[in-house]
Structures are given as C-alpha cells and as structure tokens.
C-alpha cells in the first residue's frame, strides 16, 4: 500500500472534521453519545496542533492530531476511516507520533480512551503504551495512558558536531571499517542534499554517528533496484565504552524504524564481509542479507536489505 504523509493546513480543516466523524460513527451506539473528537472545531484546532494527513493514492485514509503538553506529546485524536481501517494505517500514524516526540527530545507520548473502547485499549497496549490512570468523568471513565520515549534521541548533525564526529572517524575501531578520516570528510557530505548526518545520544551523551541517503542519488549504485524514495545508510558508535552492547542494533532498528513511518519503502545497508560484528549488528537490527559479497564503487561489501513490516 503506497502511503502518502503531509501535515495539513488550514484549508484541511473539513477533510479532517468528515473523516474524524466517519471514523468514531461505530462508537456512537457503545458510548451512548459521541465522542469527543466528534464534536472538535477542526477549524480552530488545526491552527494550534499538528495534524498528520495520510494519503492511499488520492484519498485522504487516515489522520493523527498531536501537540506538546508538558514534556510529552498528547496523541489528541488518531483516526483511520472505516474501508482503510485494519491495515496498518493507525498504527504508523501512532509510531510517527512517537518519532516526532523524540525528534523533539520529549520524554514520550500519551493519549487517552474511553474505557468502553477495549478495543483500541488493547491496541495501545500492543504498543507499548501503559494505563497511568482512569477518570470519572460525567462522559464516562477516561483511561490515561502513555508510552515512554525511545531509548536514544537521534537528531540531524550540524556544522557543531563536526569536530566530534572527526574525533571518532579517528578512533581505531572506526577507522579499521571507515578508512582514512581525510577521505569522505563529513563536512563535505553536510553539504551533499542526497546525505543525512544523524548523531545518536543517550542519557544527554552522543556516542554514535549515522550517515543516510538516497540509493538513487548515484548511478549506478549497488542499492539502485530498491524502490523510489529507499536510503541506504551506514552508522558507527564512536565512543569506545559503547561498543558491542546492543546498542548499534537498537540505533539501527530505531533510526529505520521513523525511515518506515515516514513512508521509505526499503533500507538498505553495505557492511564489509569481514565484518562479522556489523553483519550481525545488522541482522539484529531486521535487515536481512540481499546479495554479495561484491565490489562496490566504494569498496567490498555484503548487501542487507530491509523492509517494512
Ligand atoms: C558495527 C557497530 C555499529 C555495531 O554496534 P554494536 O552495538 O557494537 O553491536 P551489537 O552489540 O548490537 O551487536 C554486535 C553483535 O556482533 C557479535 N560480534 C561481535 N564481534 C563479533 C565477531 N568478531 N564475530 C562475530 N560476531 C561478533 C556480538 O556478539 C553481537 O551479537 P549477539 O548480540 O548476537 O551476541 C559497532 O560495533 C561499530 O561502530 N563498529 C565500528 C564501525 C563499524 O564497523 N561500522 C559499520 C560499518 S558498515
């Protein structure tokens, strides 16, 4: 299914009202009223949170409505109309929420139900969410409920972070699999529109380095079967203490996990063949080996492939 995100504008505000009102008609009848979101002024709320839009061809299918409360983000409203529901559009629409929090260095999101929608209590749960509360509210029993934040906060590098990037590129371990540091320096690549410098921090500490970009950015490319939009990427973990804990395959899994929210239909990845760790880095990390070894342009590699779901 070829799904399309954009975040709306005011001019959305009915599409958002027609589609929130089809989407929460069937719990009319077991809440005996209807729901909130029912009764929204989309007009208004657009112009103060952020609406998600996401397209299945021409149609509007889906929609989720978030804005920053305290140090979480509030899931508002998540809605899929009724002939797109149950394929996997809500719960893309709940894992973008969840990037968007980290991206803004959040510690998490939150929404919440009515208790009779057990259904959707159940899904939350499926996801990691956790019951902090229940309301009694004239409406009914509200469930609070939230999600903590990813592990690692990966945001996009800048000119600031070269210099640290450059200490790690130095690094032996590095440098065994990266090469000389003078080659492909990062401040060439910053300036490249097909690349994106990522640095991964946990605990407020950067220690690991991710480089993204478009397999369709060179021709030929070894990753240039895999569909428009896909990236191929390559990662390190600079500081030394970090090494060989789980943590290069945690990074890896999240980083592709917002690739794949945002629509990239494919990842794909090209560690040396001698490099045993990376390989099985990788693996842990959902990627599976598509081909090789071979030579690429820039040097031998195994070629890992992933794929949404
Ligand atoms: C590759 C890298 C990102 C992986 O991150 P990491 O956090 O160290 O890796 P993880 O701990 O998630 O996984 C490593 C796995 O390889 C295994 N491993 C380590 N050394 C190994 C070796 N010599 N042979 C086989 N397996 C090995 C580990 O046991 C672990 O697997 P397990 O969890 O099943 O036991 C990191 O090691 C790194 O930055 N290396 C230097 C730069 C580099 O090689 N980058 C990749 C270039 S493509």
Request: proline residues 7%; without cysteine.
């Amino acid at each position: 299914m070829d799904v399309r995100l954009r975040i709306a504008g005011a001019a959305d505000a009915e599409a958002i009202r027609t589609l929130t009102r089809e989407a929460y008609a069937k719990w009319v009848p077991i809440a005996g009223r209807e729901p909130l979101p029912m009764q929204a002024d989309y007009h208004e709320a657009v112009t103060r949170h952020r609406f998600d839009l996401a397209y299945v061809g021409e149609a509007l299918a889906a929609l989720i409505e978030t804005v920053p409360e305290g140090d979480q983000l509030l899931i508002v409203n998540v809605a899929v109309r009724p002939g797109f529901q149950k394929r996997g559009l809500g719960v893309r629409l709940l894992k973008l929420a969840e990037h968007l929090a980290d991206e803004a260095g959040l510690k998490g999101t939150r929404l919440y139900t009515n208790k009779l929608f057990a259904e959707n209590i159940r899904l939350y749960e499926s996801l990691g969410y956790h019951i902090e509360s229940e309301e009694t509210l004239p409406v009914g029993v509200r469930v609070n409920m939230a999600k903590p934040a990813s592990a690692y906060l990966i945001r996009p590098a800048t000119g600031a972070d070269l210099p640290l990037v450059r200490s790690w590129r130095e690094r032996p371990h590095v440098r065994r699999w990266w090469g000389d540091p003078e080659l492909e320096p990062e401040a060439e690549k910053l300036a490249d529109p097909r690349i994106g410098l990522f640095l991964a921090a946990r605990e407020g500490r950067p220690f690991a380095f991710i480089q993204d970009y478009d397999v369709h950015g060179w021709t030929p490319h070894h990753f240039g079967h895999l569909p428009p939009g896909s990236r191929g990427m390559d990662l390190f973990i600079g500081e030394p203490d970090m090494l060989g804990q789980g943590h290069g395959s945690r990074i890896l899994r999240q980083f592709v996990d917002a690739l794949f929210a945002r629509g990239v239909p494919a990842a794909g990845i090209d560690p040396h063949p001698d490099n045993a760790a990376a390989i099985r880095a990788f693996e842990k990390a959902g990627f599976r080996i598509a081909s090789g070894p071979l030579e690429t342009q820039w040097s031998r590699a195994l070629l890992m492939e992933r794929r949404p779901g």
